[in-house]
């Protein structure tokens, strides 16, 4: 079982920066490959990033490749999502992942998500 724990949303102007955490319990962090995903109001929730268990490895979709960095320190549990240069179009709530295998795009792949974080970005 793992509990997974978003922060870090809030409101940004267009071109600015925000970082979200999630925070993963349980001893075995590092035996997941982990993932975001976003859901805009009226939309279904969509891939955003995924990294491997060790972190050696990331996926990103092409609405957010080169904007977006996902990472991850198995030493505290917790997985990151480095978004720059944000538009409106990022607008939504964002949530994170826990997957049996690492890289996976599609929601039904993962098995334990985080209660989101909410993502305003104004014009």
């Known amino acids: 079982q793992v509990q997974l724990v978003e922060s870090g949303g809030g409101l940004v102007q267009a071109g600015g920066s925000l970082r979200l955490s999630c925070a993963a319990s349980?001893?075995?962090?590092?035996?997941?490959?982990m993932g975001w995903f976003r859901q805009a109001p009226g939309k279904e929730r969509e891939f955003v990033a995924a990294?491997?268990?060790?972190?050696?490895?990331?996926y990103y979709a092409d609405s957010v490749k080169g904007r977006f960095t996902i990472s991850r320190d198995n030493a505290k549990n917790t997985v990151y999502l480095q978004m720059n240069s944000l538009k409106p179009e990022d607008t939504a709530v964002y949530y994170c992942?826990?997957?049996?295998?690492?890289?996976?795009?599609?929601?039904?792949?993962?098995?334990?998500w985080g209660q989101g974080t909410q993502v305003t970005v104004s014009s």
């Open positions: 349980g001893r075995t962090f590092s035996s997941y490959g």
């Open positions: 992942a826990a997957a049996a295998r690492s890289l996976y795009t599609t929601t039904a792949a993962y098995d334990y």
């Open positions: 990294i491997s268990r060790s972190g050696g490895s990331t």
